[in-house]
């Protein structure tokens, strides 16, 4: 009996461990079959199996498709049936994903995100005029909430024109117009309120705390 034992150090290796060994040792028989009538029914066998051994992928979108595809893998590549969807390759497993393309932040201004520099160079391209003047004040205004949200503290507004002129490399200059930005105060109070929103369960969690009666 001891001579009998087997160690899962000196087993095969299983391909996707998810399915235990019992499904290798099916889909490695599947790939022995001589007849390929008998390889289709015995893989739509293992497939129907696999299904019920991965009930949470069934409201996954293409859910037969991914089993399918499960199957080629498990079977190192080498199983010879009648799949109704494309058969992946070796080739297609290996392939690396392109590299993302990260935004590039500002380590002076992070406070201010990504969307403010879309935003100015958008206002960038726009003629001068009445509209662009507009989308500039709406800027600056998002820039001074963006400000007071992470610093927490009054800011001038003649600091906001100055992080806008040096954003913009120039181009948005509002330092020399007398344009007034927002209350400060105000726009404190509109990101509180827009936190509060954003928690209500917490609020309510803590309501339910303070109304709690004691039981001795």
Known sequence: MIDQLEYNTERVHLIIPEYGRHIQKMVDQATEIEDKEERNKTAKAIIAVMGNLQPHLRDVPDFQHKL?????????????????????????????????GYPQNFPKYRFYGNNIKRMIDVAKGWEKGEMRDALEITIANHMKKCFLNWNKDTVEDDVIFEHLFELS???????????????SEKLIRANKKAKAAENPVKKHSKNNHRNRKKRY
């Open 68 to 100: 399918w595809d499960q199957l080629f893998i498990i079977s190192d590549f080498k199983l010879d049936v009648d799949s109704p969807y494309p058969v992946p390759s070796r080739e297609e497993l290996a392939e690396r994903p392109e590299p993302l």
């Open 169 to 183: 490399g120039g181009t948005i200059n509002l330092k020399e117009k007398d344009e007034t930005l927002n209350d």
